[in-house]
Nanobody, 123 residues
């Protein structure tokens, strides 16, 4: 499974960024597509995910500000991030679960990971 993120960059506090993720190397639709992030000195944390039934879930830190969406025909997933805060600064990783899933918020469900795209939010 190959995963490539794009769209990271810098934004001011209160600004917006849109991350994109292209996945390939599996048949059919992904069972989960998710976004995780890792800030320096912190553990990786789940941000948002969407499952094959198009059900979206969000971490509390993302609710009301971030929106995940997918295009199954293109094997793409997007993360629209609005009202960004400095604490959103992190490397953002896209992940794909193509072989099975039970909980799309769990990192161990995913069998394909991207290299990450940096998001930096300044105050």
């Amino acid at each position: 499974v190959q995963v490539v993120e794009s769209g990271g960059g810098s934004a001011q506090s209160g600004g917006s960024l849109r991350l994109s993720c292209a996945a390939s190397g599996y048949t059919g639709s992904a069972l989960c597509m998710g976004w995780f992030r890792q800030a320096p000195g912190k553990e990786r944390e789940w941000v948002a995910a969407v499952d094959i039934q198009n059900t979206s879930t969000y971490a509390n830190t993302a609710k009301g500000r971030f929106t995940i969406s997918q295009d199954n025909a293109k094997n793409m997933v997007y993360l629209q991030m609005n009202n960004l805060k400095p604490e959103d600064t992190a490397m953002y990783y896209c992940a794909v679960a193509s072989e099975g899933y039970d909980d799309c918020s769990a990192a161990w469900e995913y069998n394909g990971w991207g290299q990450g795209t940096q998001v930096t939010v300044s105050s």
